[in-house]
């Protein structure tokens, strides 16, 4: 079935350096979304990607869709700890309906 | 605000029992919902879809007759796992689409979550 991998695992930064999670998809999707989980809350809807080579920014956070429409990023620039949290990305399968999510980046800022 | 509520936050049982948890979408209707179970440091596993008026449909490897969900109405999907052991705690999430539109543009609404601990 379809496997959405992320890297790295973990990552811990000082406040102020800039991070990056990476998303591979073993299919070809024809949106990605992206979703943020605070420690002890649920994930929450961050944006969607939807054409090849799409790159959306909010803020300090950039998002890009890969040409081949199975990779994608989140970068995050000069983090804050209120960035802290772990960020997955999410890929519909089962005709669309259902959503897949990746295994996850968990970000730890500190001061 | 909230736009899917979920019942209870934090349930802690012995083995043997059964626990249900409720989901509702809130200001939307919801005719599809979707259960979640996540382990400690890891991602959301989907368990099953909930259709409401007919059967869930389950994902591979998940017991129906462990975890019952019924989808009564529009807006109430709920989930009962049935003589609980230990190895079902964990942290169960439902989340649902608006598909009216109005709210958002068909990402996943989650609730916030239910923990299981079974002793």
Redesign the interface.
Known sequence: GQQVMQIPQYQHVQEGEDFTTYCNSSTTLSNIQWYKQRPGGHPVFLIQLVKSGEVKKQKRLTFQFGEAKKNSSLHITATQTTDVGTYFCAGPTGGGNKLTFGTGTQLKVEL | GAVVSQHPSRVICKSGTSVKIECRSLDFQAT?M?W?RQFP????M?MA?SNEGSKATYEQGVEKDKFLINHASLTLSTLTVTSAHPEDSSFY?C?ARDFSGIR??????????SRLTVL
């Open positions: 599809t979707f979640y440091k890891k991602s959301l989907l879809t999430i989340s958002g543009t068909g990402e996943l609404f989650f609730g916030e979550g």
